[in-house]
């Protein structure tokens, strides 16, 4: 319930920002920024929770063994993203493509993954939370490639997940919020940009038609 009233309270925000801004180039790099900004507080508060649960049970080695699972992948993605954007949308498309492959093999037998998962935690949303930040990163300089992604790997596992009653739906769905609500941002800004473009000049006023002498 928080999770849904921050999220509708941030889409106001955005919504009435954007509104105000009179460029599309202005209101894309905003919308790029306010997914990116998301993105870094949900990474941040998720990194502390799921680090915290962890080291609280096991605890000890086996405790630095299971962050450094995701936390390594989370850190080294995001690098590549961030200084190779090329690189990274084929190797985040491929991860992206295996995490919602995982969840199609899940469906097959939701009996062993119940059994798995209450002997491992919930692998699939650590999996998606490990791509999210990644994914949030590559959308600096490709909106429209990371959108597609962030949706896919938001909305796949859930509906998979619903309509099979596979276990960890909740823990999907804590998740799956953030990645939809940056994976809408992102689409909106590409969508703002190829908009502007058609207009006219690259920050998307409109370019006066050359007058008949």
């Known amino acids: 319930m928080w999770g ?8 106001v925000t955005v919504a009435v920002v954007v509104a105000r ?12 920024r306010s997914g990116l900004v998301l993105m870094a507080v949900f990474t941040t508060v998720g990194a502390l929770w799921i680090a915290g ?10 405790a630095v063994g299971l962050t450094a699972a995701w936390l390594v992948p989370l850190v080294g ?15 985040l498309s491929v ?24 002997d491992h935690g919930p692998v699939r949303a650590i999996t998606s939370f490990a791509l999210a930040a ?26 998979m997940s619903a309509t099979r009653g596979i276990p960890g739906l909740g823990s999907l769905s804590v998740v799956s919020l953030p990645l ?15 908009r502007g473009t058609r207009i006219g000049g690259p920050d998307g006023t409109k370019v006066a038609s050359p007058q008949p002498n």
């Not at 991860?95 to 939701?110: E, Q, R, S, Y």
């Open 4 to 11: 849904f009233l921050i999220v509708l309270a941030l889409a």
């Open 21 to 32: 801004l009179r460029t599309a180039d202005a209101r894309a790099r905003f919308l790029q």
């Open 53 to 62: 649960e962890a080291f609280a049970d096991p605890g000890g080695w086996q």
């Open 77 to 91: 993605l995001s690098i590549v993203a961030w200084y190779r954007d090329a690189w990274a949308t084929v190797a």
């Open 95 to 118: 991860l992206t493509t295996a995490a919602i492959g995982l969840n199609i093999w899940v469906t097959a037998d939701p009996e062993l993954w119940r059994s798995f998962e209450n």
């Open 134 to 159: 990644p994914l949030a990163v590559l959308g600096r300089r490709r909106p429209w490639q990371s959108g597609v992604l962030l949706l896919a790997l938001a909305v796949l596992p859930m509906v």
């Open 180 to 194: 939809l609500t940056t994976g809408v941002l992102y689409l909106a800004a590409a969508a703002t940009t190829r």
